[in-house]
């Protein structure tokens, strides 16, 4: 089944690299009219230049993901070059610390919480009120299997990804034809999991029934199914891809 986007206007955070990227690449191939942002301009514009060079559309705007006004402004701007938002992206995310949870310091958890889970909250408002509230979309929040189950070393960025997940159920009531949907990805070969591949990838690439860990694309394909007409019975659920892990 060939899913297509043609008409479609998304806007991808986080979009400068890894899932980020690859979402905003499939959506661009699928026919979307892509506003990628990040925090720095020069990633965003190697993307840009690669969406175009497939024949794609896409435009950039440098925000931070976790920067109430930043995310207002980007969508500002999505709406003065596409036009109303379809498609919103909370992809972008970080995590400044590795450890025991009870090891976490006040600045650490509260820059985990800003990004991960305010900034998806504000920027779904801002979209909200500027273009969803008229002209219903499709909100794509982009969790981890973390906020589903325990993870050692990973306690304050899962403690993100769980309120992420409960967010995007909570919001899939109140906001009704806006669709709100999340992916819940396993370990996926990214700059940003590179100290977890290094650490144990291969071991349980060996062990999942599918003998691999996940590429960005494995991620965007989904995320392309599931903010596209085909999906339009679909909101509050987020769904696990993983390879098999949760089975094993």
């Not at 690669?50 to 207002?72: F, M």
């Not at 498609?87 to 650490?108: C, D, H, K, M, R």
Request: proline share 4%.
């Amino acid at each position: 089944m060939e899913v297509r986007l043609d008409g479609k206007v998304a806007l991808v955070t986080g979009a400068s690299r890894g899932i980020g990227r690859a979402i905003a690449n499939e959506f661009a191939a699928s026919g979307a009219k892509v506003v990628l942002s990040s925090r720095k301009q020069a990633d965003l514009e190697v993307v840009k230049a690669e969406i175009e060079a497939a024949g794609g559309v896409a435009s950039v705007y440098a925000a931070n993901a976790g920067d109430t006004d930043a995310g207002r402004a980007c969508v500002e701007h999505t709406l003065k070059t596409f036009g109303p938002i379809d498609i919103l992206v909370n992809n972008a995310a970080t995590n400044p610390y590795f450890g025991p949870t009870l090891g976490v310091t006040e600045s650490q958890y509260d820059k985990t919480f800003q990004v991960n889970l305010r900034g998806p909250l504000f920027w779904i408002q801002a979209a909200w009120e500027a273009s969803m509230k008229q002209h219903p979309g499709v909100i794509l929040n982009i969790a981890s299997v973390g906020g589903l189950r325990a993870e050692i070393g990973l306690g304050p960025y899962n403690l993100t990804k769980a309120a992420l997940i409960h967010l995007t159920r909570q919001l899939a009531g109140e906001l009704g034809t806006s669709r709100v949907i999340g992916i819940a990805p396993g370990l996926v070969q990214t700059d940003f999991a590179e100290v977890l591949v290094n650490s144990f990838g291969e071991r349980l690439a060996a062990e999942l029934p599918t003998k691999r860990l996940g590429l960005p694309e494995d991620i965007a394909k989904l995320a392309t199914f599931l903010v596209s007409d085909s999906a339009s019975w679909i909101t509050g659920e987020t769904f696990v891809i993983d390879g098999g892990a949760g089975v094993v």
